[in-house]
């Protein structure tokens, strides 16, 4: 399989570019005619930024699975479609073929069958990063139900909340997951997820640490034995399930995601648009070749994960390799190690992985044969000059290209993002838009930015005035929260809460969150959900977070808590505090400093200064600025002062 619509040189990027804008409509249908439809579109696209509504290829039907796997059959079958690494290198590795896949998927999209679990229907997926998690993805796909994976670090509340939200029947868990030394009780955690739930019927769990779990009767289901009964089906039918007539708007996933206010919303793609965009941007920003082998660092539980592990490279009928463990276990060179074994070709990891193993020095590097690699990825966050430079010299050894891949979970994929090897990459900066993708930048009252600065940067809030295909379509249950989170702030325009540079050649570099999201190790946090987690606790009378720059985690995690009066001393204090975030939403959350104040600074109408207590904890003491018109100005100089460093 060649790609007849991958971008080999700059020139034709500018092309492409230009056409994508002139002509969106017929740009995408030709690249849309290169997969496997079961019915082609009536409409290429409809779309209004002010209901929101955006439909692509509408009238269309098809199915994701058949373009990930069994289109690949014919001369693919014995190819690795995923090699697994597996947490401890001292256990055998496993190699799926786009043969064994297949079949695999579709054994399984028959256990859903049998236990009742029908096109439409939400099917959530709490799992760690074992093959089986990926095969209960592509199942769901292959039967039309839709797909929510959630991160196997957050808590039993967490989950709870997500069930509720999507109104789930049925969970694909695990009893465990191997996480570095850590055994985690993946099963235990939706039990208690699921005390007072009355829509789950049906869990189905995988065995893999083979720790003690409850199963329940009539609800409970291990995988083996159903998969056993899935392939007696088979042999009596002679033949695997044939995959559900989808419509091209019809939900293919809906994954969870951090906002600036309340919950995390369940932000929903769709099957032909998001395909398109996995697979376009995949062959296009890492330039991916036939044959080279595709290591994706991120968990499938986050939106790299699911377009970048399994629907961008399977779609292209690439070898993905997934890893279940973590980059410091058993030793730092893990990474290096994996690179070495398989000789991969391309690696896509977040800065905060970088800077976290630049941190071990070079000793993890030396007798690892990094000479396979060909094409360096990042994503997640801002990558600050010198984790660039180490990336680009000692992993890449100075001769391969980094993309560094700026997108959301809204975006589907990457929207702007140098292409490996055709456009140039600038330390920093995410550099040019995608074909499909038209940012704008404009100031808070949504005016364009057009002056540049004296050195011909334009500065402003990044929004997008034209849909790709990959955009995002609604939060679950919930249209309004949509249009009000990303298309009401400014009207007509798709807002990304990121800032962002633009210089005179059309090159953007990302800033960072404007609004109140914190971004931790690439992981994306509201601040009123921790402030929210951290108000639980007793006696807890009012919290105030804000980031502050962290050297791995790039930004950490700053908690200004009143409380009632303190019981013990403040440190058995922050300890339950941190107990009481992480049963909230889970570890991630935990805030890396709190400091006890009598009071917060607050506008006279009641509004926290966030701006104020940000300038606090970076240590910028000086830039406090005017702070009279504040209901208790003396509160900032006590918080001040008490400031932890
Ligand atoms: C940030 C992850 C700078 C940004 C795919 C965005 C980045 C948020 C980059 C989305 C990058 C992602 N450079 N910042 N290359 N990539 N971000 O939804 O703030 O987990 O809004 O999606 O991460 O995070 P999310």
């Known amino acids: 399989m060649s790609y007849p619509y991958q971008i080999k040189t700059q020139a034709q990027y500018h092309q492409a570019y230009a056409r994508s804008v002139q002509e969106p409509e017929a740009f995408w249908s030709d690249i849309a005619d290169h997969f496997v439809w079961k019915k082609k579109w009536d409409r290429v696209l409809d779309w209004n930024f002010t209901e929101p509504r955006v439909a692509w290829f509408s009238g269309a039907q098809l199915n994701i699975t058949e373009n990930c796997l069994d289109r690949h059959l014919p001369d693919k079958s014995d190819q690795p479609a995923i090699i697994w690494e597996p947490n401890d290198p001292s256990e055998p590795n496993r190699i799926l073929t786009y043969g064994d896949l297949h079949r695999q998927v579709c054994l399984f999209a028959q256990v859903l069958l049998n236990n009742g679990i029908k096109k439409g229907d939400r099917v959530c997926i709490y799992m760690g990063m074992v093959p089986e998690l990926a095969i209960a993805v592509l199942a769901c796909a292959r039967i039309g139900a839709i797909h929510s994976v959630i991160f196997g670090g957050f808590s039993a509340q967490s989950i709870s909340d997500r069930l509720q939200d999507a109104g789930a029947s049925c969970i694909v868990t695990c009893d465990g997951a191997f996480r570095g030394a850590k055994d985690i009780p993946l099963k235990a955690v939706i039990d208690e997820a699921l005390t007072g739930n009355t829509i789950v019927n049906t869990v189905l769990v995988y065995a893999r640490t083979r720790t003690g779990v409850s199963m329940i009767k009539g609800r409970d289901h291990w995988w083996d034995e159903e998969m056993e009964k899935a392939s007696q089906q088979v042999l009596e039918s002679g033949s695997l399930l044939p995959a559900a007539t989808m419509e091209a708007e019809d939900p293919l996933f809906i994954l969870y995601t951090s906002g600036s206010t309340g919950k995390p919303k369940g932000v929903v793609h769709t099957q032909a648009g998001y395909m398109i965009w996995a697979n376009y941007t995949f062959v296009n920003v890492f330039q991916y070749q036939p044959g080279q082998i595709h290591f994706c660092t991120a968990d499938i539980g986050w939106i790299t994960g699911h377009s970048y592990i399994l629907y961008g490279p399977l779609s292209a009928g690439a070898t993905t390799l997934m890893f279940e463990g973590i980059p410091t276990w058993p030793d730092p060179g893990r990474f290096w190690n994996i690179v070495d074994k398989y ?110 600065d004296e050195k011909g940067i334009v500065k402003g809030n990044l929004c997008m005035r034209f849909p790709w295909p990959g ?19 400014y009207p007509g325009l798709y807002f990304t809460g990121d800032g962002a540079l633009r210089d005179a050649n059309g090159n953007y570099r990302i800033t960072g969150r404007v609004d109140d999201v914190l ?49 013990g001393d403040e440190t058995q204090m922050r300890r339950d505090i941190l107990q009481t975030v992480s049963q909230q939403i889970g570890p991630i959350a935990k805030p890396d400093k709190i400091q006890f104040v009598s009071g917060l600074p607050k506008t006279r109408s009641g509004k926290i200064m966030r701006r104020i207590l940000r300038k606090i904890a970076e240590g910028e003491l000086a830039q406090l600025g005017d702070t009279s018109t504040l209901l208790d100005p003396a509160v900032v100089e006590e918080i001040a002062k008490g400031r932890i460093v």
Not at 471 to 489: P, V, W
Not at 540 to 560: L, R, W
């Open 343 to 452: 000789k991969v070709n391309i690696l896509y990891t977040a800065p905060t992985a970088i800077r976290s193993l630049m941190s071990f020095g070079l000793d993890p590097l030396a007798n690892k044969d990094l000479s396979s690699l060909q094409v360096l990825g990042t994503v997640g966050e801002p990558i600050n000059e010198e984790a660039w430079h180490w990336y680009h010299q000692q992993v890449g050894k100075g001769d391969c290209p980094i993309v560094d891949t700026w997108w959301q979970t809204e975006t589907g994929g990457c929207l702007i993002s140098n292409m490996a090897g055709v456009t140039p990459g600038i330390p920093a900066w995410a550099s040019l838009p995608l074909p499909g993708v038209q940012p704008i930048l404009v100031d808070e009252n949504g005016k364009e930015c057009v002056e540049p």
């Open 471 to 489: 955009i995002l379509r609604t939060t679950y249950g919930d249209h309004e929260r949509c249009r009000t989170n990303y298309f009401a702030t």
């Open 519 to 567: 971004n931790v190790s690439g992981h994306r946090l509201g601040t009123a959900e921790v402030e929210n987690a951290i108000n639980m606790h007793a006696g807890v009378v009012e919290s105030a977070v804000v980031g502050y720059p962290h050297e791995i985690k790039g930004q950490g995690v700053y908690a200004y808590v009143i409380v009632e009066h303190l019981h």
